[in-house]
């Protein structure tokens, strides 16, 4: 049993080493997609351009887009008022989450956080681009991050059950090996103390 809650925590942290290192490579990936866009503004001074910041925008966010995370992770980003100004679910756009617990635990700068979307439980990292006020998330499914932990238990618990038998059939073996010439050594005694002395204790044991 020890054996097996050992296995399973430290399974669990590698994998969220693994996923950290994973999900910031990915958001420092998306922050590049930003800061590209960006500076286009500045390398043609149409940073004071209203409609040229707006499509600057809109293309970093069609580029993000493009970022897959895993099977079912996704990017999303939300601006320093806690409004989602971009989400693979259109329906979450515009969303305000600034009352959300996760949200008070950004900062302006690089962060691991855990949140709840939808009754789904996610790991996440998350950066901030100052030039526009911009929180990219990247995130993924504690369900996948830790898939690979939970397919092994079952393999854990089984070799933790045979393993417990195993050393189990090999105690009593042992035991048996010390108790029987001990049994014939008090046997023995038993029938000299009763005057039989012609009683011979056969041992082949060789030890104490």
Known sequence: ALTFVISINFSRSA???????WLSTRSSEAMEIVEKHE?????????????????????????????????????FGVDSEGVIYFHPDKYSVGA???????????????????????????????????????????????????????????????VGCIAAIIISLALMVLTKKILKPLQALVNGAEQLGRGDLDTQISIQSKDE
Do not use: C
């Open 15 to 21: 994998l969220n080493d693994l996923a950290k290192e």
């Open 39 to 75: 500076s286009i503004l500045h390398k043609y001074g149409l940073e004071n351009i209203s409609a040229s910041n707006t499509k600057a925008k809109l293309d970093a966010i069609k580029e993000l887009s493009s970022i897959t995370i895993g099977k079912s992770g996704f990017l």
């Open 96 to 158: 305000d989450v600034s009352n959300e617990a996760w949200f008070s635990k950004l900062k302006k700068e690089k962060i691991q956080l855990f949140l709840t979307q939808r009754d789904e439980k996610y790991i996440a990292f998350a950066d901030f681009f100052p030039a526009w006020n911009w929180y990219v998330l990247v995130v993924d499914p504690e369900s996948e991050v830790y898939g690979m932990a939970k397919k092994i238990q079952p393999w854990l618990l089984l």
